[in-house]
């Protein structure tokens, strides 16, 4: 199918993304306008590649081009500790300390009762289950200093402090 209006259909797909509003989307699609074909080429691409290639690990549920990770996948990591994040990027900082010898596991958020995120919302269940499979002496959560952070963490600690392993919190 044609498009009757390329640059408005661009223009429209820009402003869907978070932060962009219709003035940056007309400047982003002019922009793209400019450029020679190889970079529309390349963007597209780009967005499609990470689109197809990119997905969840179904162990930690960091982000992965191959299931599982490269870090659950590691023999050299310790698999007694977990270290349980937000978000896939606090894993990026995290590895870049290079202080964390464990594996990770990913909330992929937190749980914000007014914004209609509970516990069932998370990868909580996931974690526990790995939990309950054994060997995990120690659980580090290394969550966000916010009131949701702070929130999950409670509720963490709670229900995987009642199945034996140690909780600790990263301050
Ligand atoms: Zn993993």
């Given at each position: 199918m044609a498009a009757a209006d390329p640059l408005g259909d661009l223009v429209a797909a820009l402003q869907r993304?978070?932060?962009i509003g219709?003035?940056?989307a007309e400047r982003l699609a002019f922009h793209i306008l400019r450029e020679p074909r190889a970079?529309?080429?390349e963007l597209a691409q780009a967005i499609l590649d990470v689109k197809d290639k990119v997905t969840?690990?179904?162990t930690c549920f960091n982000l992965?081009?191959?299931d599982p990770c490269g870090i659950c996948a590691d023999p050299r990591r310790d698999r007694a500790e977990i270290w349980v994040l937000e978000q896939p990027k606090d894993v990026?900082?995290?590895?870049?300390?290079?202080?964390?010898?464990?594996?990770?596991?990913?909330?992929?958020?937190h749980i914000a009762p007014l914004e209609g995120i509970g516990p069932e919302h998370l990868t909580i269940d996931p974690l526990i289950t790995r939990v309950?499979?054994?060997?995990v002496r120690e659980i580090v959560l290394a969550l966000n200093p916010t009131l949701e952070g702070d929130g999950t963490a409670l509720y963490l600690a709670e229900q995987l402090g009642k199945r034996g392993v140690k909780v600790s919190r990263l301050a």
């Open positions: 993304l978070p932060g219709a003035r940056s970079y529309a080429a969840h690990c179904g992965t081009e191959r990026i900082a995290l590895e870049a300390t290079g202080l964390v010898r464990g594996v990770y596991h990913v909330l992929l958020g309950r499979a054994g060997g």
